[in-house]
Structure formats: C-alpha cells, structure tokens
C-alpha cells in the first residue's frame, strides 16, 4: 500500500455525487482521529498540510505518521500540501513523497496567477503529483455586501475556464461565499450555488469532462463544540460556519473536495477544556489527548456519513 494521487477518488466522487473530505493535520492526535473516521467508514481520504503546519511538526513527520495510516489501514489516503504560497514550498513537498500540492495564487493579479501555477504545474506532473490552484479570493460575506463587491471578489466563470485551460490544473478551488476560520457569517448563510453550476457546465462545454471543484473554508463549526469550549472557560462567541446542508448539496455538485480545518480545531479544544475543567487533578496527556481525538473521530465520522457522504467510497 502506498499513497495515491487524488485523481481516482475525485472521478469516483464526481460520479458518485459525493465530495471527499480533506482534513488539516498537526499532530498524531489529529491524524488518528481522523484516520479511524475514515477507517470505520471505508471511506478514502485527503490529509493535508499547511506551511504553518510543516513548520510546526516538521514534514519528516508528518509523512511518517501517515504512511503509518496507510499501512495500518490500508486506505486510499492523498498526503496535500494547503495553500502552497510558492513554487519552492510545492517542490519541497513533491521531495517529501506528497501526492497532491496547492499552489495558492490567489492573492496574484490573473496573469501572474496563470504563469506561476503553470510553472508549479509542469514540475508537479513530471513527478507525478497532481495539482490544485485557486482562483478568486475567499472573504467573510457581510448580510450587506452589494452585488459588485461580490463579483470581485467570487470566481468569475469565463476565467475559470480560461485558467484551467492555460495551467494544466487537476482541480480548482473557487470562491463562492465560503471563508476560513470561525466566523464565516454575520447573518445568513449564503453560498454561490448558479456560480458553481454556472462555472461547473463551461467547464464542461470546453471539454473538462467531470472537472473537480474544491471548496476551501468549509468547516459547519459544530456547535456544541462552541458550547463545550465556552462551558469551560472559553470565549467563541458568533462563532459560525456552512450549514451541513449547504455542504452536502455542493456535494452533489461538482465539488469534489471539501476542506475542513477550524471544526477539528473547535473539537480538539473543546475535549481539553471539558477534560481539564471536569479532571483538575490530572496530568496524564494522553488523558486530554486521548479526549480530543475521540472527540475528532466522532466528528469526522459524522461529516463523512451525514454531510460529505464519501462512505463506502473504497469499494
Ligand atoms: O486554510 C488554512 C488552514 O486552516 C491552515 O491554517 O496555516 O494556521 O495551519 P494554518
Ligand atoms: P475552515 O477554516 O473552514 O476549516 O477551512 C479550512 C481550509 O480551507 C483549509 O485549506
Ligand atoms: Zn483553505
């Protein structure tokens, strides 16, 4: 068993009308929560890895412990460099045995966007590692915001096409409404969907067949784990992400990876807070660490059974 490339999962969820969920490591915690999820739902997965994280725990690591998960559960498991903000990153990260890069251009004007993803992309297939980019800017929607500052900021359809065309990309992040972190929404709830039909048919009439859709910023930020961190200490108020049905419904579109970073964040923090709020006595982390990432391992079940729906995606 070894690491695959994200290409075959995306085609089968495409088909399937699932997504497949991507999960930010840090820690082993966090990778065998997550891994177990996906473990006890036969479902494949994508591990991913941001810059702030390889300099956390080092990439050596990080690439031990999910070859481990390979080997112990013989999954279909993708290891992803997120947000890749340069060439020199994407390529250290091809050296290290991942099978997928981001390389985030997003915060580039368009053309520059195009040359440095094409440059990204041309030593990435060489190596046989697959590619994703981004094109618009994610952003926190306001109630209010006006349609103009929406379109600047949304990924235009046109150029969605035009970009993929001149990069080679395997699969494009777009900016529809989602955003990172906690506080997603003042006050309702609203993504894009005529955008992503809208983008999802031109690449289809340009002949991008099945094109893979990736949406960033896709964490539910599950409630009651913002009740748990509050209840002991914390302080998350308005805390407020994508409804589960909104998740589900892009789905079964054409999104085929749904990144999810702040919902394990929220679990692994709640379950410690509860564990030293409830064990004042204790000092044994695997206590507490243990707590958190059962607590992960219930939540990433649950995305993947009741919201992404990528159960059985190993068959
Ligand atoms: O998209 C960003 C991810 O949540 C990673 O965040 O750079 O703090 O690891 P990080
Ligand atoms: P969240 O902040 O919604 O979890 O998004 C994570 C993400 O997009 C990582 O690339
Ligand atoms: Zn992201």
Do not use: W
Not at 58 to 83: C, F, N, R, S, W
Not at 136 to 163: C, H, I, M, W
């Amino acid at each position: 068993m070894a690491l695959v490339t994200t290409k075959d999962m995306f085609e089968k969820a495409y088909q399937g009308g699932y997504a497949i969920g991507a999960f930010n490591i840090n820690n082993m915690e966090i990778v065998q929560g997550v891994v177990a999820a996906a473990k006890a739902q036969r479902s494949a997965v994508i591990l991913q890895v941001s810059k702030s994280a390889l300099k956390y725990a080092h990439p050596k690591y990080l690439k031990a412990m999910v070859d481990a998960a390979v080997e112990e559960t013989g999954l279909d498991i993708a290891l992803h460099l997120d947000h890749g903000p340069d060439f020199e990153t994407c390529r250290d990260c091809i050296g290290y045995g991942f099978t997928s890069v981001m390389f985030d251009g997003s915060h580039y004007d368009y053309e520059e966007n195009v040359a440095k993803t094409k440059e990204v992309v041309e030593y990435a297939h060489a190596h046989g590692v697959v590619v994703e980019a981004e094109l618009g800017k994610l952003a926190g929607v306001e109630d209010d915001v006006n349609v103009d500052a929406a379109n600047a900021t949304y990924t235009d359809p046109d150029q969605a096409v035009d970009f993929v065309k001149r990069t080679g990309v395997d699969s494009l992040a777009i900016a529809i409404g989602t955003s990172h972190g906690a506080y997603k929404f003042k006050g309702e709830a609203k993504l894009d969907f005529a955008r992503l039909e809208t983008i999802t048919k031109k690449l289809e009439d340009a002949g991008f067949h099945h094109f893979p859709i990736v949406l960033h910023g896709a964490s539910s930020v599950d409630q009651r784990c913002v009740e748990m961190c509050n209840a002991y200490g914390g302080k998350i108020d308005g805390a407020k992400g994508i409804p589960a049905e909104m998740l589900r419904k892009a789905s079964a579109m054409a999104v085929c990876k749904i990144n999810m970073d702040t919902d394990l964040r929220l679990a692994m923090t709640a379950a410690i807070r509860k564990s030293f709020g409830e064990n004042p006595a204790a000092f044994d982390p695997r206590g507490y660490l243990g707590d958190a990432r059962t607590l992960i391992q219930e939540l990433v079940e649950d995305k993947i059974k009741n919201v992404i729906g990528s159960t059985d995606s190993m068959k």
